[in-house]
């Protein structure tokens, strides 16, 4: 997992000094937006970005996280000024900021404590509680120990108030332990059970941001799992269980959650590129109604969207719908549909494979409908005025496209004149028999 093991006795600043220098190697500094003698003496490089060089699973642009001694929103206005991007103050009490330049976000915050060691010792865990000071390029500073847990894949908290100063922390252990394919640890575990309730403390697009990140994770399905089986999301979710982990609907979630997996996606047919999006939307639709969206301060559009997808989910036998609500379903759900059959359970692959190739064709008139004539040309040939009849004889028409029994504007004019007419007869008759 890590560029080295832990080192014999006597031998550890060898072994950190390859460690640094190989973490060094993979950041790659001079590809960064701003160079490194930029910044001030004392700076040092902290968080996931070590992290993830030591485990060599940094991104094309990793997000860099930067301490230094000094008034870090002040330095990051003077780099602006000298690099171009633009600065963001993140907190002005504690004095951090971030600079955006270039498709790079670097953060930047004063250190806390006397010493960059009494910072590390503020983190959430040893993991992320490592640093390399920019201007020591075979120094790895680790007073946690964080080097050893990322060998031995254990997600260790720092301490129980470390975890409460920000109870986002909480769900992030779950997070970062599913992202990495961690073991958590068991003290560390018993603290996150223990104060669950705390995340609601927390702001709800902060929550929701760690949710989605978790819900991206390959195996993110069983990662929501844990979480919703620690209890972390009762402060949101409505009609929780009264007990984390418990209950009917508690089941329910965890074997929705844990179908909900690359394979499956795979099983059905999925490319890498609709996997990339549809998995995470289904899993939080599986995970969260469109309530408890809104709670977590989410945009209108993916509340609908994980509405729509829990609606439909419950048809596991959406063919043997009637005509109109097969049309709805594919008009509500003509983005989406990938992630409605994901939810579909293994006996349904066969029918979810044939959907989706119907759905890949931007033509199929059911999967992606379209008015089968424009409103105005439809008034304009038979003397309609806007109404809702109007809105009934487009609807009527889209279905009879929908299904395959029109084909053209011309056939949609002659349907609809049928249809008219057929209605005007019914109303005579009716008249005529009162």
């Not at 031998?11 to 910044?39: K, T």
């Not at 060691?117 to 120094?139: F, G, K, V, W």
């Not at 074997?255 to 996606?265: E, F, I, K, N, S």
């Not at 009849?389 to 084909?407: N, P």
């Amino acid at each position: 997992r890590v560029l080295f093991r832990s080192p014999p006795m006597g031998s550890a600043a060898p072994a950190r000094a390859d460690a640094a220098r190989l973490a060094w190697q993979r950041l790659n500094p001079q590809r960064w937006p701003v160079p490194l003698e930029a910044f001030p003496a004392g700076t040092a490089l902290v968080g996931g970005a070590v992290r993830d060089a030591l485990l060599d699973r940094l991104g094309e642009r990793p997000d860099i996280d930067l301490v230094l001694p000094g008034d870090a929103v002040e330095l990051c206005r003077q780099l602006r000024r000298r690099h171009g991007g633009s600065a963001v103050v993140l907190d002005a009490e504690r004095s951090i900021a971030r600079l955006v330049i270039d498709g790079w976000s670097l953060d930047l915050a004063r250190q806390e404590g006397d010493s960059l060691h009494a910072d590390l010792h503020r983190r959430d865990y040893t993991i992320n509680a490592m640093a390399l000071p920019l201007a020591e390029p075979e120094a790895l500073i680790d007073p946690l120990g964080g080097a050893t847990h990322l060998e031995a894949g254990l997600l260790v908290a720092v301490s129980e108030a470390n975890l409460l100063d920000d109870p986002l922390r909480l769900l992030r252990g779950l997070r970062l332990a599913c992202e990495l394919g961690f073991h958590l640890e068991p003290q560390s575990r018993m603290w996150i059970q223990q104060h669950h309730a705390r995340l609601g403390d927390v702001a709800g697009e902060r929550v929701l941001a760690e949710l989605e990140k978790l819900a991206a994770a390959p195996t993110g399905g069983s990662g929501l799992a844990d979480v919703q089986a620690s209890g972390l999301l009762r402060p949101w979710q409505v009609g929780a269980e009264p007990t984390p982990g418990s209950g009917p609907e508690a089941e329910r979630a965890l074997a929705r959650l844990q179908q909900l997996d690359p394979g499956h996606a795979a099983a059905l047919g999925l490319s890498p590129e609709e996997t990339a999006w549809a998995l995470p939307l289904a899993r939080l639709a599986a995970l969260l109604t469109g309530d408890d969206l809104q709670r977590l301060r989410s945009s209108r559009k993916l509340q609908q969207r994980a509405e729509r997808l829990r609606h439909w989910g419950q048809h596991l036998d959406a063919e043997a719908l009637p005509e109109a609500q097969r049309l709805q379903l594919h008009r509500q759900l003509e983005d989406d549909l990938p992630a409605l059959l994901l939810s579909w359970p293994p006996q349904a692959a066969a029918t979810a494979q044939a959907w989706l190739q119907r759905w890949r064709n931007p033509g199929d008139p059911l999967f992606h409908p379209t008015p089968a004539i424009d409103g105005a040309r439809l008034q304009r040939e038979l003397g309609l005025k806007p109404s809702p009849q109007l809105g009934q004889v487009l609807d009527r028409l889209m279905l009879e496209k929908a299904f395959g029994r029109i084909h053209t504007p011309a056939d949609a004019l002659q349907a609809a004149q049928d249809w008219l007419t057929e209605s005007s007869n019914h109303d005579s008759s009716g008249s005529r028999r009162d």
